[in-house]
């Protein structure tokens, strides 16, 4: 295994290393952003120690991959991005060691490949405080009640992760199973379902978003 980071400076490699490798970690990052330098750095450190040798992370330069950017919503950087089996799980933005080292572990070491659906939708759900299933992405959303959900989030500068279901059959339908809930998008908080448009788009317009968020009234 190499001991650097392998640094990608296209889509077109970033595509092929992600089709290719059944865990990816990817950093998106610039040159001029010092967090993200710092960030490669301790990443090579865990790389020459084989700390996640199952684990395969690059490095990927924002702004030479453009259509990687777009398509990921990558909005800032540092951001890094997790996929398992080609499949986005979910992001976390900024240098936030702690929460990077617990998503690898949750997502790439504490179930193999074949691990039951429910237990890779507790996974996913667990991978941000606030998460939330949906059509496309916050930026390029497939319906409007995702699009009208991003927007209240992003309104009340929320930090969440999101998962598209579009990317995943089986999550798309057995997740409506797990929660008892038949429609998208759908909203999580610390784990538990708090529901979808409708209640978001309510709490908002009552002034009780942050309450239903768990955040400070």
């Not at 970033?14 to 001029?32: D, G, L, P, R």
């Not at 598209?164 to 038949?182: C, F, Q, R």
Request: overall charge negative; hydrophobic content about 40%; some cysteine.
């Amino acid at each position: 295994m190499s001991t650097a980071i392998k640094h990608v400076k296209n889509s077109a490699e970033f595509e092929e290393i992600k089709a290719s490798n059944a865990f990816v970690v990817a950093h998106f990052y610039t040159e001029w952003c010092e967090p993200s330098l710092q960030l490669n750095k301790l990443l090579d450190e865990w790389i020459d120690s084989n700390r996640y040798q199952k684990v395969t992370i690059v490095a990927v330069d924002a702004e030479a991959a453009q259509e990687a950017v777009r398509d990921l919503s990558i909005e800032e950087v540092p951001t890094i991005v997790f996929f398992r089996k080609g499949t986005f799980v979910f992001h976390v933005k900024g240098a936030i060691i702690k929460q990077i080292e617990e998503a690898i572990e949750r997502i790439f070491f504490a179930a193999d490949a074949e691990e039951p659906l429910n237990k890779r939708i507790e996974n996913i759900i667990k991978g941000n405080r606030v998460m939330i299933f949906l059509t496309g992405s916050p930026s390029m959303p497939q319906c409007g009640f995702t699009s009208r959900v991003c927007r209240i989030l992003e309104k009340a500068k929320v930090e969440y992760g999101y998962f598209d279901i579009m990317t995943d059959a089986e999550v798309l339908h057995g997740l409506k199973k797990y929660s008892n809930w038949p429609t998208y998008p759908q909203l999580y908080v610390d784990g538990e379902l708090v529901g979808g448009c409708d209640i978001i788009t309510e709490a908002d317009a009552s002034g009780k978003l942050n309450e239903l968020l768990g955040l400070p009234v």
